[in-house]
């Protein structure tokens, strides 16, 4: 089957009509003997969480309610592979009516090739409640597993909303068996409403990629490329334009087997308007490596290192990752993950250092199908946080249980 077929079904919603045509044109190759396929799944849910806006004092615990509703599309042709995750979600919090929302998220990935290059475009657009966007996932996206983050503030504005946009165009051409050049893009955007200076400034982050790979045997391939970078705050002056270079590895032991890891280094002139102001230059490295381990039964992700990310505060951040997934199913009934994320970021220069943070969360989870088509499931999640700046810190423990209707998986 191709890749498109996917095990499970949790994530997406309708984003604006500019992403949904751009996202048409990526794949209007021919669609001749295309496959289709379309997995809906449908959930009611109640959860409690002992501090669900990280106070420093401690939180009074909230009871919340909701309903969540995804679909997997996939669609496939000889030359291509399309796989669109629209979802929407709604929470009700009796007593933290403020909490309440409609939130959604729309994630997709594609690619094209023909017998000499290869198009590849990934991306996510979701409208959270702060509460929620301000508290990274401990799972990776699972459309889009090796998608870079942000370096959000963490200080949860009760109330706001977070509209976030990814986008990771790529370009290959095959100069030989052995050789590839390429491009590669990526912009990331934040839009907090309401907006402010305290960890809500919004933001636009370009980079882009000109790169050569050569194959060395049939599992290994080292990519040398340059870089250039721009961060633009929206809501005050403070802008970073960078330049550097880039060094890719990938290895592949076996074809459940394979590992990555990227070496960065990057030449940064900054002009901040941030209190107090900061004009000048900075050199910055990141190092990061990934292995994933996939077969029917279970599969293992991990995320460690450094990478050169953007940040609601109004600039550029290093964020430093521990990231580890580990998915099992257990019988045709029984399934389960375990997941955890700690994360350490730091200011790029020294005016926005008052967001400095570091926060750790795990995530467990158990699914049991009832029939074919109706599951129940259940997990926890802790988060746990503290500034860089700041004695204190901030913790909370959710627990949810949630069922509903799943269509049918993939016949293989």
Request: proline share 5%; glycine share 8%.
């Amino acid at each position: 089957m191709s890749r498109w077929l996917c095990k499970e079904c949790f994530a997406g919603a309708a984003p604006p009509r500019s992403l949904v045509t751009l996202l048409v044109l990526s794949v209007s190759a021919p669609v001749l003997s295309a496959e289709y396929y379309v997995q809906p799944l449908v959930t009611a849910l109640v959860k409690t969480n002992s501090n669900i806006n990280l106070d420093p004092a401690g939180g009074t615990p909230v009871q919340g309610y909701g309903t969540d509703a995804s679909a997997l599309i996939g669609i496939a042709t000889p030359n291509s592979d399309t796989n669109i995750r629209p979802r929407i979600r709604y929470a009700y919090y009796p007593k933290e009516a403020q909490l309440g929302r409609l939130e959604s998220m729309f994630d997709f990935n594609t690619s094209y090739r023909s017998q000499v290059s290869t198009f590849a475009l990934s991306g996510r657009f979701d409208r959270l409640n702060d509460t929620n966007a301000q508290r990274p996932s401990a799972q990776f996206s699972e459309l889009n597993p090796s998608a870079p983050g942000t370096s959000d503030a963490g200080r949860i504005q009760v109330g706001a909303t977070r509209d976030y946009l990814i986008l990771q165009p790529r370009y290959t051409h095959q100069l030989s068996q052995l050789v590839s050049l390429g491009v590669s893009a990526l912009y990331q955007a934040e839009t907090f409403n309401p907006s402010d200076l305290n960890g809500h400034v919004n933001f636009d982050y370009y980079r882009g990629q000109v790169f050569i790979s050569r194959k060395f045997g049939e599992r290994m391939d080292l990519r040398l490329g340059g870089i250039a970078a721009r961060y633009e705050a929206r809501d005050v002056v403070s802008t970073s334009d960078a330049s550097g270079a880039e060094i890719g590895l990938a290895y592949k032991w076996t074809e459940a087997l394979k590992g990555t890891m990227v070496v960065t280094w990057q030449h940064s002139d900054v002009n901040s308007e941030l209190n107090p102001a900061f004009k000048g230059t900075t050199d910055n490295w990141g190092a990061s490596g990934e292995l994933a381990w996939l077969r029917n039964a279970s599969t293992f992700r991990l995320n460690l290192g450094r990478t050169i990310t953007p940040g609601s505060a109004g600039g550029t951040y290093s964020a430093d990752q521990l990231h580890v997934q580990y998915d099992r199913t257990f019988s045709e009934r029984l399934s389960g993950t375990v997941a955890t994320r700690a994360v350490a970021t730091r200011g790029l220069w020294a005016n926005i250092d008052s967001s400095d943070r570091n926060y750790t969360t795990a995530e467990l989870s158990a699914r049991w199908m009832l029939t074919r088509t109706w599951i129940i499931q259940g997990g926890y999640t802790y988060f746990w946080q503290k500034y860089r700046t700041d004695p204190l810190t901030a913790h909370s423990n959710e627990f949810y249980l949630q069922c509903g209707y799943q269509g049918l998986p993939p016949q293989r």
